[in-house]
C-alpha cells in the first residue's frame, strides 16, 4: 500500500480520502488544512470591524462580500478536513482551546479604513502566492478547495489595490493613511510565509509528500518582487531601506524579519491574540442556537417522508 501511494505522488495521481495513505502524512494535512480554515474565520474579524465604518455603501457592500466570502472558504477547508476523519466540532473546540495555530497576521489591529485596502493587497496578495502552489497539493479534496479559494482570493487582492489607489490619489491626509497602513502591514505580511527554510520543521516532509509544492523563502521572495514593483504604481514606499533590486540574482534583495516577533505572535502573545480569540468563544456561544436550530430542522426535514425522498 505504501509503494502504491508513492507511486501515485510520484505520478501525479491525487490522494483521496478513501486511498490508504501514511498515518503522520494523514496529521499533516490535518494540520495544515485545520490551521488554514482558522486562519479563514479569524480573518474575518480584523476586516470586519470596519463594516460598519467603510466611508461609501459601495466599499461596505464590497467588503461584507469579502468576509462572507472568508467564511464560506472556511467551510470548504474545514470540510477537506474533514475527508480525513476528524470532525469539524473538534477542530473549532481546538481553535477556542486555545491549541490550535491560525496565521500570526490576524492578530494586528485595523486602525485606519486603508488598512482594509492594505490587507486586500499584501494578506490577500501572500495568501494567493501561497495558495495557488495549493492547488497543485498531493491531496485531493485540499487542491479542489484551493481551486476555488483562488479565484475568489485574487478578486481580494485586487479590490485592496484599487483601494489604495483611490487613497493614494486623494488629499494629502488619504495619502499619509495609505503609507502608514503599507508601513504597518508590510512585515508581518511577510511573516505569514511562516518561518526561514532552514528553521521550517514541516518543509522537507511536505515538499517529499508534494503538499507543499515550493518553499517559505521562495514564496516570500515572488512576494516581494511582485510588491516592490506594485507599490511604485501607488507611488508609496515599502518600509524597507534594504530593498533593492539585485542584477545578479534577478530578485530583490530585503532586510531581515523581526524573528522574534514572528514567533511572540506565533505563541499566542501578539497584539490582539487574547481578543481573537475571546470574540470568537463569544460568536460560539452566542450562535450556539443557530447550531441547535439548523439541526432541528434537518432531523424534522429528514423525517418527513416527502422530503426524505
Ligand atoms: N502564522 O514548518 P513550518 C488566509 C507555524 S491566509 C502562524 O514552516 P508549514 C486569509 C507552523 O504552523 C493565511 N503559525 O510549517 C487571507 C508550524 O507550527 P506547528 C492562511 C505559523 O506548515 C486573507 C511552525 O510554525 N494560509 O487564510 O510547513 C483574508 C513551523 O513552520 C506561521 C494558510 O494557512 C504563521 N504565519 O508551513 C482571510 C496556507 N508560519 O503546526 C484569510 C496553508 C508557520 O508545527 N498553510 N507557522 O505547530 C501553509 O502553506 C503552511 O502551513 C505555512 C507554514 C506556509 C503557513
New binding site residues.
Given amino acids: 500500500m505504501e509503494k502504491q501511494f508513492e507511486e501515485k505522488l510520484e505520478g501525479e495521481v491525487r490522494i483521496e480520502p478513501r486511498d490508504w495513505m501514511p498515518e503522520a502524512y494523514r496529521r499533516?494535512l490535518v494540520?495544515?488544512?485545520s490551521?488554514?480554515a482558522h486562519?479563514?474565520i479569524?480573518?474575518?474579524l480584523p476586516?470586519g470591524a470596519w463594516i460598519t465604518r467603510a466611508p461609501t455603501l459601495k466599499r461596505k457592500a464590497i467588503l461584507l462580500a469579502?468576509v462572507q466570502d472568508?467564511a464560506g472558504?472556511g467551510l470548504y477547508l474545514y470540510a477537506a478536513a474533514e475527508t480525513l476523519g476528524v470532525s469539524r466540532a473538534t477542530l473549532v473546540a481546538d481553535l477556542l482551546a486555545g491549541k490550535a495555530?491560525?496565521?500570526?497576521?490576524?492578530n494586528y489591529p485595523t486602525l485606519s479604513w486603508a488598512d482594509i485596502g492594505a490587507?486586500g493587497w499584501l494578506?490577500?496578495g501572500?495568501?494567493i502566492m501561497?495558495?495557488v502552489m495549493?492547488c497543485r497539493t498531493s491531496y485531493g479534496p485540499y487542491a479542489r478547495a484551493m481551486v476555488r479559494i483562488c479565484k475568489e482570493?485574487s478578486f481580494?487582492q485586487r479590490q485592496g489595490f484599487e483601494s489604495l489607489l483611490v487613497l493614494s490619489r486623494g488629499s494629502a491626509e488619504q495619502r499619509t493613511m495609505c503609507q502608514d497602513a503599507i508601513n504597518r502591514w508590510w512585515w508581518p505580511s511577510l511573516?505569514?510565509?511562516?518561518?526561514r527554510d532552514s528553521?521550517?520543521?514541516?518543509?522537507d516532509q511536505?515538499m517529499k509528500w508534494k503538499i507543499?509544492r515550493m518553499s517559505?523563502d521562495e514564496?516570500r521572495q515572488r512576494f516581494v518582487d511582485m510588491i516592490a514593483e506594485q507599490v511604485k504604481v501607488l507611488g508609496m514606499s515599502l518600509p524597507d531601506p534594504d530593498l533593492r533590486w539585485n542584477e545578479e540574482r534577478g530578485h530583490y534583495d530585503f532586510g531581515e524579519i523581526d524573528w522574534d516577533e514572528?514567533w511572540k505572535?506565533?505563541k499566542g502573545d501578539g497584539p490582539c491574540n487574547r481578543e481573537r480569540l475571546e470574540t470568537r468563544r463569544e460568536a460560539h456561544t452566542e450562535g450556539a442556537w443557530v447550531r441547535e436550530a439548523a439541526l432541528a430542522h434537518a432531523r424534522k426535514k429528514a423525517a418527513r417522508p416527502a422530503d426524505a425522498a
Avoid at 495555530?101 to 490576524?106: G, L, V
Avoid at 511573516?191 to 518561518?195: L, T
Fill in positions: 499533516t494540520r495544515q488544512i490551521q488554514h486562519s479563514e479569524v480573518g474575518m476586516e469579502k472568508e472558504h495555530k491560525y496565521s500570526s497576521i490576524f490587507i494578506v490577500d501572500a495568501a501561497n495558495q495549493l482570493e481580494h511573516m505569514m510565509f511562516g518561518p528553521e521550517s520543521t514541516h518543509s511536505s507543499k517559505n514564496l514572528f505572535v506565533v
